[in-house]
């Protein structure tokens, strides 16, 4: 069994900044790329940010300059740093990875979820 458990979400005022990280655990052979969704209020999901093993990053649009991937591969973690906040940026922040159980073939594994506010 594969779990990735978020945490670090919170309520923060504009131009304010929270740091999300998602830990991968379980019979793991090895994290491909990992990365951050968003769902804000009644929108469908976006993606916000990957990194692969390698290190590579990718950005949408409007949170470049702002937001930082980033990954720790011997603790299988992947972080966000999300600085200058926006009102925008208000929705449930879901981590992702690309694994390969032990054993098994590669998935898609998400986490829970966690909820990033930002007031005006």
């Known amino acids: 069994q594969v779990r990735l458990v978020g945490s670090g979400g919170g309520s923060v005022q504009a131009g304010g900044s929270l740091r999300l990280s998602c830990a991968a655990s379980?019979?793991?052979?090895?994290?491909?790329?990992m990365g951050w969704y968003r769902q804000p209020p009644g929108k469908q999901r976006e993606l916000v940010a990957t990194?692969?093993?390698?290190?590579?990053?990718n950005y949408v649009d409007s949170v470049k300059g702002r937001f930082t991937i980033s990954r720790d591969n011997a603790k299988n973690t992947v972080y966000l740093q999300m600085n200058s906040l926006k009102p925008e940026d208000t929705a449930v922040y879901y981590c992702?990875?690309?694994?390969?159980?032990?054993?098994?073939?590669?998935?898609?594994?998400w986490g829970q979820g966690t909820q990033v506010t930002v007031s005006s």
């Open positions: 990194v692969t093993r390698g290190g590579t990053t």
């Open positions: 992702y990875a690309d694994v390969w159980p032990t054993g098994w073939p590669t998935g898609d594994y």
């Open positions: 379980g019979s793991i052979y090895r994290v491909n790329a």
